[in-house]
């Protein structure tokens, strides 16, 4: 008897998932394609989950607001990472976390301590984000007005550093490797202040199935469990606390 539930339970695993669609974005060290190939730590994650789950679907590396208009119109879309905010989760079903990430208010270099003296005031001043993500948002939501959004994090970058407003948001786990995708040091930028600490998750689109958000809910917590996520977090952010619970928030599975 144990050995036939042990042959149902192999083949349930390798029954083919549902046809998701699946966007990521150019977000390094997080996420980035090489040569049009998908990379990156929650690229690396969930190939992991994919292989688990018989899912051959590629990952598609694309803007995004693009990818982020797919999630909120288009049933059986899976994004990733999306920060999680109570807007958000009226929207989508939210899994992770995938990674933790404070999101900072940077200057340039030599600049940070004039701005930190300023208090308050440091709202009426220019912040740079990239357009549609939860860096802009939670500038908006601690006050700045004066928001100037970009297509990309690295165009958002460039122009801090040329001039065209005083700070940027952005994702701390990020900032290393958009500065180096633009050719400039670290130490370019200085951090003035923590807006917030954020969660990062997969995202599923309204109306994708239940069964399959299941699915990747159980894969998540299965190479959480057994430490594979951890040695996969480590490698790419090894400076960085691994996230090891397992939350399934927003829409419910239906």
């Known amino acids: 008897m144990l050995r036939s539930l042990t042959i149902l339970l192999l083949s349930l695993c390798a029954i083919p998932s549902y046809a998701l669609r699946i966007y990521t974005e150019e977000w390094p060290p997080i996420s980035y394609q090489t040569n049009g190939v998908a990379d990156g730590m929650a690229v690396e994650v ?19 607001a693009r990818g982020y208009e797919e999630l909120l119109n288009k049933p059986g879309t899976l994004l990733f990472t999306v920060g999680r905010s109570e807007a958000r989760e009226k929207l989508m079903t939210l899994l992770g976390p995938i990674a933790i990430s404070e999101t900072v208010l940077l200057a340039r270099k030599g600049e940070a301590a004039k701005l930190q003296a300023m208090g308050d005031e440091i709202k009426r001043l220019g912040v740079g984000a990239y357009r549609g993500s939860i860096f802009a948002d939670a500038a908006q939501a ?33 900032v290393t490797s958009i500065l180096k ?17 954020l969660n990062i998750y997969l995202a599923f689109s309204r109306g994708t199935p239940g069964e399959e958000i299941r699915r990747w809910h159980s894969a998540l917590v299965a190479i959480k469990k057994e430490g594979t996520f951890a040695r996969i977090y480590k490698k790419w952010l090894p400076r960085s606390t691994v ?10 599975p239906r």
């Open 46 to 64: 969930v190939r992991e989950i994919q292989t688990r789950l018989n899912d051959k679907t590629p990952i598609e590396v694309v803007p995004w």
């Open 142 to 174: 601690a006050g700045f007005k004066q928001l100037d959004l970009a297509p990309t994090p690295q165009i958002a970058a460039q122009k801090l550093l040329a001039g065209r407003y005083p700070l940027w948001s952005e994702g701390s786990i990020a």
């Open 181 to 197: 995708d633009i050719q400039q040091p670290i130490d370019a930028v200085e951090q003035v202040r923590v807006l917030e600490s």
């Open 243 to 252: 996230p090891n619970e397992v939350e399934l928030i927003g829409l419910p």
